[in-house]
């Protein structure tokens, strides 16, 4: 009897458990998938958040506007692209708003703030730009993941194809940041490995956009080349003022693709014939791409960039990872794993992410061409950046 009496205790106790995750899935099915969005919607790079954000929604849009069966709520936080409030920030999201996700965010130093949370807090976070190599380098964890980016994929592969266009001397200049400093040390890696020197480094003080003394001396190198890092603002001012002081006619100007991406038609016919490497292109030219920037302007009125499809891109990934899991983000390993193991069919070509959650992707060669970049060539195939540091390479 007791022996039947505990089996029927223990049938009694099973089936209560069935019911509690029964009722605890049905529960979790009925709730909303809250996905924390940490992007800048004001100031400079208000742009940038929009066109990230348009994006991701737009990939969850062509999945019925659901990830793993379940609606979605997004949670906005204008983060200014201000590191100081990127703790508050996360913190409002994570243990305020208890989101499944983080997306976010443009600038890398605001990305600084977020990782250490993430880290501390174990918060799924998702990086739809911030390019600092930090990311997935040293700062690497299994729960923070990249669909852009490091400065080094962005400016290492121009050393070679500087090198395989004759270019022997070149001198190089950004301004004086991290990423400007990253891209810089990056394209001279690749320049010295194909054979080539860096005659000067110049490093110019952010954000000013004063650059005549920097040209004076540019020209009194005479390189035979010229590798930039600019952006927005800054890409615009030095882009037309090189060619103003002539400089383009006997020094070709090469650049980090950030350099002539959002930014041709303030720089207008300076911009004619830059050469840049990133992983978009105008034109790309594949089904996807047609696609995407197809729906992107029908849904948006204006034309995608490569904020959008790193926004685009973000949105994939979270369709993949939960459609595998069911919806169910209690468990974190599972969603962790499937996370790691997407692979996208994006806008840029097919990428997949490297163990340290960096995508491993291709590199283009662009030419301004007629105000837009125009693919001369894929600069690097399937480039996985090196990871130096990160736990998880091991």
């Known amino acids: 009897m007791k022996t039947k009496s505990f089996s029927h205790s223990i049938r009694q106790s099973a089936l209560a458990g069935a019911m509690a995750l029964l009722v605890?899935?049905?529960?979790?099915a009925a709730d909303p998938v809250k996905v924390g969005v940490m992007l800048p919607y004001t100031g400079t790079y208000g742009a940038l958040g929009?066109?990230?954000?348009?994006?991701?929604?737009?990939?969850?849009?062509?999945?019925?506007?659901?990830l793993g069966g379940r609606d979605v709520e997004y949670v906005t936080v204008d983060s200014e692209a201000n590191p100081g409030k990127a703790p508050q920030n996360m913190n409002r999201l994570i243990s305020g708003e208890n989101v499944d996700f983080v997306v976010g965010p443009v600038h890398s130093g605001v990305a600084m703030g977020m990782i250490k949370m993430a880290r501390q807090e174990g918060a799924i976070t998702i990086i739809p730009n911030a390019g600092l190599n930090a990311a997935t380098r040293q700062f690497c964890a299994p729960n923070i993941f990249r669909t852009s980016f490091s400065a080094w994929q962005t400016a290492y592969p121009m050393g070679k194809m500087?090198?395989?266009?004759?270019?022997?001397?070149?001198?190089?200049?950004?301004?004086?940041?991290?990423?400007?400093?990253?891209?810089?040390e990056a394209f001279e890696e690749g320049f010295k490995a194909a054979g080539?020197?860096?005659?000067?480094?110049?490093?110019?003080?952010?954000?000013?956009?004063?650059?005549q003394a920097y040209l004076t001396e540019i020209a009194s190198l005479k390189p035979d080349a010229v590798f930039a890092f600019y952006a927005g603002g800054g890409a615009v001012k030095f882009v037309k003022d090189y060619n103003a002081a002539g400089l383009k006619k006997s020094i070709p100007l090469l650049g980090s693709g950030f350099m002539t991406d959002g930014t041709l038609t303030a720089q207008g016919e300076a911009a004619e014939g830059v050469l840049t490497t990133l992983h978009y292109a105008d034109k790309l030219d594949n089904p996807k791409d047609n696609a995407f920037r197809k729906a992107y302007m029908d849904a948006y009125g204006k034309e995608a960039d490569i904020y959008a499809v790193q926004g685009y891109d973000a949105g994939q990934m979270l369709v993949q990872a939960m459609d595998v899991v069911k919806g169910n983000t209690k468990d974190r390993d599972a969603l962790i794993a499937a996370l790691e193991n997407v692979k996208i069919d994006s806008p840029r070509g097919p990428w997949h992410f490297s163990k340290a959650h960096n995508p491993v992707q291709n590199m283009y060669l662009r030419e301004v061409k007629n105000?837009?970049?125009?693919?001369?060539?894929?600069?690097?195939?399937?480039?996985?950046?090196?990871?130096?540091?990160?736990?998880?390479?091991k």
């Not at 605890?24 to 979790?28: E, N």
């Not at 929009?50 to 659901?66: R, S």
């Not at 500087?162 to 810089?184: M, P, V």
């Not at 080539?196 to 650059?211: M, S, W």
């Open 24 to 28: 605890a899935g049905t529960a979790q």
């Open 50 to 66: 929009e066109a990230i954000t348009n994006g991701m929604q737009l990939a969850i849009e062509e999945n019925g506007d659901k």
């Open 162 to 184: 500087a090198y395989e266009r004759g270019y022997r001397k070149i001198a190089t200049i950004a301004w004086n940041y991290s990423f400007g400093k990253e891209s810089l």
């Open 196 to 211: 080539g020197e860096v005659v000067k480094q110049i490093l110019t003080p952010f954000p000013k956009v004063e650059f």
């Open 371 to 393: 105000g837009q970049n125009v693919v001369v060539e894929v600069a690097a195939k399937g480039l996985e950046d090196p990871a130096t540091g990160c736990s998880m390479m």
